[in-house]
């Protein structure tokens, strides 16, 4: 097989599940170290090696990271690579310098990996899409109550901002609960 052959098998026969979970937005993700333990066996049987490497660039005032997914042919040194970008924020807080870089790092390393393996966002079993994919019933989840709606528009105006309740009427519990937990937690 040429490497494009393999690339494709590779693209066929890679499920990277979205094996983390985020709390504060409260939806699932996969990290870019979930894609590559799911590649590994397929690099392998494949006779392929996959190399990630990153550089920074300055696009105007701005800093970016940018990474390469670099798929090479271990039996004939062909080879196809995937870039993405990831900017880095100037400030973000709790974190220094080096946690700011590699936060942008990882972003940009996980698309690079998405765009070379075609990883697709398939929908999570839970979410209205994947019903309407499937036929199956969607995951209902009880709504943001009046109390959390009022505590919510009461941390939006200490924070100096407005608060869009049409779409926080929307919010699950959960998710009002956790933004919350979130706000309290940082006062």
Known sequence: MNIREK????????????????????????SCEDILEAVKPLLNANKCILTITDSIEQIGTRYYISAKAILLDAESDEKIV????????????????????????????KYALNGLFCIDDTKDADTDEHAKQ??????????????????????????????????????????????????????
């Open 7 to 30: 690339l494709l098998n590779i693209q066929a026969n890679l499920k990277a599940p979205k094996g983390q979970f985020n709390n504060f937005g409260g939806y699932k993700y996969r």
């Open 82 to 109: 995937n870039c993405a970008y990831a900017r880095e924020e100037e400030t973000k807080k709790g974190m220094d310098g080096a946690q700011i870089t590699g936060t942008a790092s990882s972003y940009a390393r």
């Open 134 to 187: 499937t036929g199956a019933e969607p995951k209902q989840e009880r709504k943001a109550t009046v109390k959390q709606i009022e505590l919510l528009k009461k941390i939006a105006e200490e924070q100096g901002r407005t608060l869009d309740e049409e779409a926080v009427k929307n919010w699950s519990m959960k998710k009002a609960s956790d933004y919350i937990s979130k706000y309290k937690g940082e006062r």
